[in-house]
């Protein structure tokens, strides 16, 4: 497929209220604004429909899900087509009674179809490819764990279920969700199927009882973080995350792009809806990765403890 080197990122970040429909209306208009500024792949925050439901633990929140292919998943799919954008949203997946997903799906407008990534098949509004979130966390305002199945593991030896890439008409793109931003064996294994843009919909806040020293502390972390993945990968991160008030939680927004060296080439306010828009020369990777050539340096025959959850007792757990 062939690929123009300037790539144009649409990140769509707002606040969101308990009524989803309003929360979907005005996630379309930014989409459109989105596309009216050029942007060819165009991203929302994570559960961008919903408020953040998982501040808390309600069984009646289980009624917020829907199927994929399901309303909104096809309204988007509609909206994709007519504005010929690729687009990743992140839902609520109700995909069995009793089993519901933190997913993104993909949809490609220009094409009718979306690529699969776990669990789905191509097909547009019919069907649809998808991430399911795979490291839920389970904190104080933070409860995902009640509410979110992890995405199904693959096959031994096999990564097609849950670390594919999707081949857009503009990128190759690898779509993770929050929580995954902190782990970096999800984005290494992303770069290793080819991705050149990791996506990561972002749903992250403080409590409101957090310090201003802590905020920061907080924010640079998350911040940090993700660029490290830029960096060690050579690829282009794009974070996208949501502003305003629910509940205990303060969104601090902020989403952000960084290039390959970990440079930010375009971040949000903290505090105000905003697209985003970012342009992103895919010729960067090649120079990074001739200049600081990481993936031909790993010594992928010395790193299998990677696969342990944890190895031996140093000195630390001896004074324990």
């Not at 990534?117 to 904190?139: E, L, N, Q």
Request: include cysteine; hydrophobic fraction near 40%.
């Amino acid at each position: 497929m062939a690929k123009n080197d300037v790539v144009r990122l649409g990140l769509i970040q707002h606040a969101c209220s308990a009524n989803p429909k309003q929360n979907l209306d005005r996630a379309v208009e930014l989409i459109r604004e989105a596309a009216r500024r050029g942007a060819q792949i165009v991203v929302t925050q994570e559960l961008f429909s919903l408020p953040y439901f998982p501040a808390t633990e309600d069984v009646r929140h289980f009624e917020l899900a829907e199927p994929i292919p399901g309303p909104t998943y096809r309204r988007l799919s509609d909206l994709a087509a007519e504005l010929g954008v690729f687009m990743v949203a992140s839902l609520f997946e109700k995909r069995a009674v009793g089993i519901y997903h933190n997913t993104a799906v993909m949809i490609d407008g220009t094409a009718d179809r979306a690529e699969a990534s776990s669990g789905g098949a191509s097909g547009g509004a019919s069907g649809g490819g998808r991430y399911r979130k795979m490291h839920i966390p389970d904190d104080p305002g933070f409860y995902e764990k009640f509410y979110f199945t992890p995405g199904d593991a693959p096959a031994p030896g096999g990564l097609e279920d849950c670390w594919a890439i999707q081949q857009t008409p503009y990128a190759t793109t690898g779509v993770l969700i929050c929580w995954d931003q902190w782990f970096p064996e999800a984005a290494r294994l992303m770069a290793l199927r080819g991705a050149q843009i990791l996506l990561y919909p972002t749903a992250i806040a403080w409590s409101r009882d957090t310090t201003p020293v802590e905020q920061r502390r907080q924010f640079e972390a998350w911040q940090t973080v993700q660029r490290g993945h830029a960096i060690a990968n050579g690829v282009f991160v794009a974070a996208i995350n949501r502003v305003g008030v629910e509940q205990d939680l303060r969104f601090w927004g902020r989403s952000f792009v960084a290039d390959p060296s970990g440079q930010i080439i375009a971040e949000a306010d903290a505090s105000k809806e905003q697209v985003l828009v970012a342009d992103c020369d895919l010729a960067c990777i090649a120079k990074w990765r001739h200049d600081w050539p990481f993936l031909r340096d790993r010594r992928v025959d010395a790193y299998g403890g990677l696969l342990e959850r944890y190895l031996g007792n140093g000195p630390l757990e001896s004074r324990l």
